[in-house]
């Protein structure tokens, strides 16, 4: 299985019914296609909607009806709009459920690292840095390592901090952690993954749950 | 006195260089196009523009940037435009990134009399350098500015000849708190009707915060990714 398919399984398994769920520009995304017929949530985008709805049909397509990556969408029947500020009242004030989040690095204290690259063009943290700071739950979805092998999940982030100690739990194509007062606690081994693999593959220090899930 | 001009020219006649204007907008849904095309042509330069974002090449506030009109930009996302790029490379343009829920609240609180808050977004990250922190019931908050400015340019979907505004759908976002930070607001409608054509109970922002009204004509609304559902129900995007 492509690894970002294996992330987005298991990533799906998150949301719950009921909640209301904010999901980041990138593999999150991809997410929204995944959630079972059964499920009923509500997706929030930061721009003013909560109810976002499938793509438009051709004929559906509106400019004033946008999500936050500037993509015509539609809202569900129950959605609502409201200006920015109310929507970050939402975001800030712990109404979200969940928010699912991409990532450049996390470090076993569940720093994240997911907006600028020094050096590169820096284009702006958007609204990520107020949803990892107030989403009752954050999730963060990324390859275990970067394209030259090397482990994304740190001792210390070495890029600029989205947010400090933000992190609840950690989903790549190898496994997934939870982030407790104790540390970084590896939960679940995914698709086939062996702890060997993992060990050998991350560089945050971190214990094995009594109760680890092996799914093969 | 009537707040409605005829022309967007006039609108924006008391708009000087170095002035200081809050846009309103996310994306290009919902920017102020004719305020931003006035602007351009009138040519005054040393803005300070703060807006989510900064617009595209060749449309939105991408527009005074390429005429190199704007001195400095606070924003929270300027991915979409290579100019701005060049332009904050090379040192003409001052850039401050903002997080996009602080930015909105900056913009509300300073409309709404309030200078300053405290939010925990940012603490623990570049962001919170050389700001206040405090701690509030064991948890850590940096002090964010309220913002106003000399100007406000926003787009609503409706007036009423006073006025009140109604926005439409997601264009909405900004433009409220824009209105009522700016010290003149000047907002662009699609269509002003007569007072009580608006429902009270409709009615988005109160005509109190607007000073000048225009009906633009023809609005182009561009979209910046056009996307349609290939199956139906088709949710994700790349």
């Not at chain 2, 190199?68 to 996302?77: A, D, E, N």
């Not at chain 2, 290939?230 to 790349?238: A, C, I, L, M, P």
């Amino acid at each position: 299985m492509d690894v970002r398919q294996k992330i987005i399984q298991r990533a799906v398994l998150e949301i719950k019914d009921g909640m209301n769920v904010n999901l980041g520009i990138g593999i999150p995304t991809l997410l929204a296609n995944e959630i079972p017929p059964s499920i009923n949530v509500l997706l929030q985008s930061e721009n003013g909607l909560l109810g976002i709805g499938p793509y438009p049909t051709p004929a559906e397509v509106d400019p004033d009806l946008i999500n936050a990556g500037k993509e015509t969408v539609t809202a569900v029947p129950g959605a609502a709009f409201f200006d920015s500020a109310e929507s970050f009242a939402m975001i800030r004030g712990g109404h979200i459920d969940l928010a699912i989040l991409g990532g450049m690095e996390v470090s076993e204290t569940g720093d994240l690292a997911n907006w600028m690259i020094p050096g590169k063009m820096v284009k702006g943290m958007g609204g990520a840095m107020d949803l990892v700071n107030g989403a009752k739950k954050v999730v963060v979805v990324m390859e275990h390592v970067n394209k030259h092998g090397e482990s994304k999940v740190k001792q210390i982030c070495t890029l600029p901090l989205t947010g400090k100690n933000v992190v609840h739990c950690l989903i790549t194509d190898l496994a997934v952690f939870e982030f407790t007062s104790s540390g970084m606690v590896l939960i679940e081994l995914v698709d086939g993954a062996t702890l060997e693999e993992v060990q050998e593959k991350t560089e945050a220090s971190f214990t094995v749950s009594p109760q680890l899930l092996i799914h093969q | 006195m009537s707040k409605i001009n005829e022309s967007f020219e006039s609108a924006i006649q008391e708009i000087q260089d170095g002035a200081t204007i809050i846009v309103g907008g996310f994306g290009l849904s919902g920017i102020p196009e004719k305020s931003i095309l006035a602007l351009r042509d009138k040519g005054v330069k040393d803005l300070t523009i703060i807006s989510n974002n900064c617009g595209v090449d060749d449309w939105g506030l991408g527009l005074l940037l390429a005429n190199k009109q704007i001195k400095k930009m606070i924003s929270s996302y300027v991915g979409e435009n290579k100019i701005f790029e060049q332009q904050f490379l090379s040192g003409e343009l001052e850039v401050e990134l903002v997080p996009q829920g602080t930015l909105a609240e900056r913009i509300r609180a300073g409309g709404a009399g309030i200078p300053g808050f405290y939010t925990a977004t940012g603490v623990g990250t570049k962001i919170a350098e050389g700001k206040e922190h405090k701690e509030f019931d064991g948890k850590m908050y940096i002090l964010e500015r309220g913002i106003t400015a000399d100007f406000a340019l926003v787009k609503a979907w409706k007036a009423d000849t006073l006025g009140n505004l109604v926005y439409r759908k997601t264009a909405r976002n900004f433009n409220p708190l824009a209105a009522m930070a700016g010290k003149v607001t000047i907002a662009e409608v699609e269509e002003i009707v007569e007072p009580g054509e608006l429902q009270p109970d409709q009615i988005h922002t109160p005509s109190i915060f607007v000073q000048r009204l225009l009906q633009g004509n023809g609005y182009e609304k561009r979209i910046e990714r056009k996307t349609v559902q290939v199956e139906k129900g088709d949710f994700s995007w790349t």
